[in-house]
């Protein structure tokens, strides 16, 4: 059994971290919320994102696995508005979901999941961490779209830095000082390489008055983090986290 009722944001923003990545995903229901892992086809990206079931007006859940159709959920969830209601509904007869948003209803099929991936995503504990605003950090990837394919994220105990080199010196370079920064721990002088791209999608999908958190450490991974579904009174309740693998090379 699924049954929930929940505001258009919070379902919005939670599927908004997954589109993405993937297009489809296993989708895990219980009464203590959803979550979602995936990892993206060219095994570069990860993701763990998750509502609890304080994000729910309401949630009746048994525990299963739901194979959704993550682009096109997130086009008919799409046309809510800020603030309304959603209803969503298991329909085992027809393998679909029931979503009602006001007086419109909407079957989506669900999925076949042979073959969907199920991946266990590593908390890697990394060595630098930083807090900063999405917005901040948006502002430097929308700079860096012309210069080059790939940026360089790096921190030491004063800064922390995102640079984009092209060719013919095109470069962009946003340096945030640790007084710009919500928090900067780094141990280290760290440096890894990504891809430009990927990292955009990942910070860009997270609303961009958040607080993200970064991880990184020398050519490894880069964790990002962010609480999901904000209430005013009682917090956060959900959370996504990305892992994307580093560019070893530098030429």
């Known amino acids: ?50 509502l609890t079931s304080g994000a729910f007006n309401n949630l009746e859940a048994e525990e ?32 679909s979901l029931i979503v009602s948003i006001g007086n419109l209803v909407r079957a989506m099929p669900l999925l076949d999941m042979t073959g969907m991936a199920d991946p266990k995503v590593p908390n890697l504990d990394l060595p630098t961490v930083v807090k900063v ?26 800064s922390f830095r995102l640079v984009c080199k092209g060719e013919n010196q095109n ?18 002088d760290t440096s890894s390489l990504f891809s430009l791209d990927y990292f955009s999608l990942m910070v860009n999908s997270v609303k961009q008055d958040r607080i993200i958190t970064i991880s990184l450490g020398n050519d ?18 959900g959370s996504v986290r990305f892992l994307l693998a580093p560019r070893i090379d530098r030429d």
Not at 28 to 35: A, D, W
Not at 171 to 188: C, G, H
């Open 133 to 158: 605003k999405a917005e901040e950090v948006s502002q430097g990837l929308k700079a860096s779209k012309m210069v080059s394919d790939h940026i360089e994220l790096s921190a030491n105990e004063e």
């Open 64 to 95: 299963a696995e739901l194979g959704v159709d993550v682009t096109k959920f997130k086009s008919v969830i799409g046309v809510a508005k800020p603030g309304e209601l959603v209803d969503i509904e298991r329909n085992t007869e027809m393998n």
């Open 1 to 50: 059994m699924f049954k929930a009722q929940i505001v258009s944001d919070n379902i919005k923003e939670f599927i908004g971290t997954i589109a993405p990545i993937v297009d489809e995903a296993k989708m895990k229901i219980g009464p203590t919320g959803i979550t979602i892992k995936a990892v993206d086809p060219s095994h570069v990206a990860m993701i763990e994102t998750t």
């Open 171 to 188: 470069r962009v370079d946003l340096t945030m000082n640790r007084s710009q920064l919500d928090e900067l721990k780094a141990p280290n």
């Open 220 to 237: 490894l991974p880069v964790k990002i983090e962010a609480e999901l579904a904000m209430n005013g009174n009682t917090g956060a309740h």
